[in-house]
């Protein structure tokens, strides 16, 4: 039924009473003017209600109920009649009028105003008054539609021509005389100057600079007697809001006059907030309204009424703060709101705190007992192993104290702190050093200025280093010594020094170098014997040819053509031999690669020939290195003759080979380096005999000392040179010797 939805008005008991005993007399005018009051109030607020505006027909249900109800009062005839042609007239008042608002509304507006109205980039019409607008047309059942304009203008002229009924976001009493009516404040904001902060003298202070004299503003915003009394000497006057925030992006020494919220949305969209500052924060209230034609007053009237309704409910404040930025004193506001919340929250917490505390208390009190025993227990225990510890100390020190090695522990003022007795006989010490001066030791005070300061450096280890102590041929004394860092907290704090001497072994291995020497050397004199041999032969024939036939011409020519060419032959064996033979005394200079190489090959060719090798070199004149000459002859000597016998061993082998093996001597450069080859098609080695090879004492040979290659990687190294093995056995070794290049200067 459509009557549920009518509104109940009540009156009060006393209008209710006077004015229905003088609707009861009917018969004399003032009866009939009581009925019309009583009406009255009825259906204006009948008028007014919501309801109405939605659903007319409601409205003219309850106006005939009314009708309804005073017919049962009236007695008379005529009085009736009069009082329902009076109803008639009110009801075609009424309903003419709700039938007119109910109308589809058009809305002009100018476009250039964000965040307040403005198009998006689908045009669409949004901001913040839009939204408030489409609120109270919801509310008060318009259809309405939207109009965008560039100017205000073109608006007015919009608005004068009846192409729209309603104005949004006009500037209260900014338009010019005319038939216009303004309905209550919308919105407000407040004018500000607004600057970047690359103009300002002061940024902290918001002063501009000196030579900033210009500004921008709106012509709809500012009034001239605003602008008389700021300090500027030229002002740009542009017609809305975006075009004053497009001039001064297009020159950066203006300083802005606008609408506060319009220019920080705009400066907010480009995304530079932090580049700019308010200078003046209010400089005068704007108000935005709505406007409509003076003689709309109905309407005027039912916006005024939707915009009161608006502001009462929250969806304003929600609309505005989806818009437009808090201001720092809201958020001041909001921020003590939740502090005090915080505080609450802490306050109940502290309570919960303090029960559980007491709680807990009363819990620890009864385990304390029982951790009272563990702990006791416990200190036995760690009584236990601290004299465990000391115990473990005391061995310690004992090591240290018989130790075969001589140990010296000292601080960082390299003040003796533990000392074994090893180290006291070094050192020729009769009673303990503790407490002395490790730099006053014989032997430790060589060592440790050798290592220097850098020992106390965290992470400095020194292990197996060697020093040779003394002076004069068997007078020296050699040392091994590894120095351990004793930290403390990340700190070096002591030093433990342990050395070996080390003299008797060096002695043991220099006079096993020496065997291996006189070893190879007995071979070469075998070989040299026999090299011997022919030309001393040459020589005897023709000495006894000269005792018979020493008249003779031809054989005076021969002897004194082939004696001196034998006679050579032999020394040059001779002095190859004493060479090898002689001392070392190392002595680096610039040294021809392919000449040392020749004296080599002709002091081992009578080897190479016995061994039935045949001998392949291929030798580059031009290649020098910076070397030991006689170490340099070694290690070649060492290197071919471990060829020879590898061919030697083959051969004993499978004698019946029908090619002699080969023994390939060559030389080759790059851009850097000097590389020597020396391979032998002999026996070659398996991969554990390549590893083991260069290690002293390791050797294949019955009669070999195992320091033939040991010996050659040590001079290799001095010179500066590296060495590569590759070997297959029963096919091949090649030994690859690299030494740094140098140019020889004639």
Request: glycine share 6%; aromatic share 6%.
């Amino acid at each position: 039924m459509p009557w549920k939805n009518v509104p109940v008005f009540k009156l009060s008991p006393t209008a209710r009473r006077t004015d229905a005993a003088k609707c009861c007399s009917v018969r004399t005018p003032g009866g009939i003017f009581a009925c019309l009051r009583m009406l009255s109030p009825l259906l204006t607020r009948c008028r007014d209600t919501e309801n109405s505006l939605h659903n007319p027909i409601q409205l003219a249900m309850l106006e005939l109920l009314i009708l309804k109800w005073w017919w049962t009062l009236m007695k008379k005839r005529s009085v009736r009649m009069l009082l329902l042609a009076a109803i008639c007239i009110a009801i075609l008042c009424l309903g003419s009028r709700t039938f007119a608002l109910n109308r589809y509304l058009k809305i002009g507006f100018n476009s250039n105003l964000p965040p307040y109205q403005y198009l998006d980039d689908t045009g669409a019409c949004v901001g913040m008054h839009v939204e408030m607008l489409n609120a109270i047309a919801e509310n008060k059942g318009f259809h309405i539609e939207y109009v965008p304009f560039q100017t205000n203008r073109m608006c007015l002229e919009a608005l004068e021509n009846g192409d729209v009924d309603i104005l949004l976001g006009v500037i209260e009493n900014s338009l010019s005389e005319g038939p216009f009516a303004y309905t209550d404040t919308l919105t407000s904001s407040s004018l500000c100057m607004i600057a970047r902060n690359d103009i300002l003298s002061d940024a902290d202070a918001g002063t501009l600079d000196e030579d900033v004299r210009t500004a921008v503003f709106a012509s709809d915003t500012t009034r001239n007697t605003l602008l008389s009394n700021m300090d500027f000497d030229q002002y740009i006057c542009v017609g809305n809001q975006v075009s004053v925030f497009q001039r001064q992006l297009e020159s950066n020494d203006l300083a802005m006059i606008g609408i506060k919220d319009s220019l920080i949305y705009q400066i907010n969209q480009d995304h530079a907030l932090s580049d700019y500052t308010i200078l003046s924060n209010h400089l005068d209230t704007i108000n935005y309204t709505l406007v409509v034609q003076e003689s709309d007053r109905e309407l005027l009237r039912t916006l005024n009424e939707g915009i009161a309704q608006l502001k009462a409910s929250p969806a304003y404040e929600d609309i505005y703060n989806r818009w437009i930025v808090v201001e720092h004193s809201a958020q001041f506001e909001r921020v003590l709101k939740q502090i005090g919340i915080g505080a609450g929250v802490v306050l109940i917490g502290a309570l919960f705190y303090i029960l559980i505390t007491l709680r807990m208390q009363h819990i620890l009190k009864r385990r304390v007992a029982q951790q009272t025993h563990e702990i006791q227990a416990a200190n036995n225990e760690m009584e236990k192993q601290l004299a465990q510890i000391q115990d473990e100390n005391d061995l310690r020190t004992r090591i240290i104290k018989y130790s075969p090695n001589a140990m010296l522990l000292f601080d960082e003022n390299y003040i003796v702190t533990l000392i074994n007795n090893r180290a006291c006989e070094m050192a020729d010490a009769k009673q303990s050093c503790v407490g002395q001066s490790a730099l006053s030791l014989p032997v430790f005070k060589e060592i440790i200025r050798q290592a220097g300061r850098e020992i106390f450096e965290h992470g400095n280890m020194i292990e197996n280093q060697s020093i040779k102590i003394g002076g004069g041929i068997g007078s020296f004394q050699s040392y091994r010594y590894t120095m351990h860092q004793v930290i403390l907290y990340g700190k070096v704090i002591q030093i433990l020094l342990t050395v070996q001497n080390v003299t008797k072994e060096e002695l043991e291995k220099q006079a096993a170098f020496e065997s291996e020497k006189n070893r190879a050397l007995m071979r070469i004199a075998a070989g040299v014997a026999h090299e011997i041999r022919n030309p001393l032969m040459s020589i005897r024939t023709f000495a006894s040819l000269v005792g018979t036939r020493g008249n003779d011409r031809a054989v005076q020519e021969s002897f004194a053509q082939y004696v001196p060419i034998e006679v050579d032959r032999i020394n040059k064996l001779v002095e190859n031999l004493i060479h090898y033979t002689k001392p070392v005394k190392r002595n680096v200079e610039m040294i021809s690669v392919s000449d040392v190489l020749a004296e080599c090959l002709h002091l081992l060719s009578p080897l190479i020939q016995k061994a039935k090798a045949s001998l392949v070199k291929n030798l580059d004149g031009s290649l020098y290195i910076t070397a030991d000459r006689d170490q340099m002859k070694q290690i070649f000597i060492n290197l071919i003759m471990n060829g020879v016998e590898a061919i030697e061993k083959k051969l004993s082998l499978s004698p019946a080979a029908e090619v002699p093996p080969h023994l390939y001597v060559a030389t080759a450069a790059d851009a850097e380096w000097a590389v020597i080859s020396i391979k032998d098609e002999g026996i070659g080695m398996s991969a554990d005999e390549i590893q083991q090879c260069t290690d002293p004492f390791f050797t294949t040979k019955l009669s070999g000392t195992g320091l033939g290659l040991a010996l050659c990687k040590q001079y290799i190294s001095d010179n500066g040179g590296l060495m590569e093995i590759t070997s297959t056995a029963r096919e091949y070794t090649e030994i690859s010797l690299r030494f740094a290049r140098c140019r020889h200067e004639s």
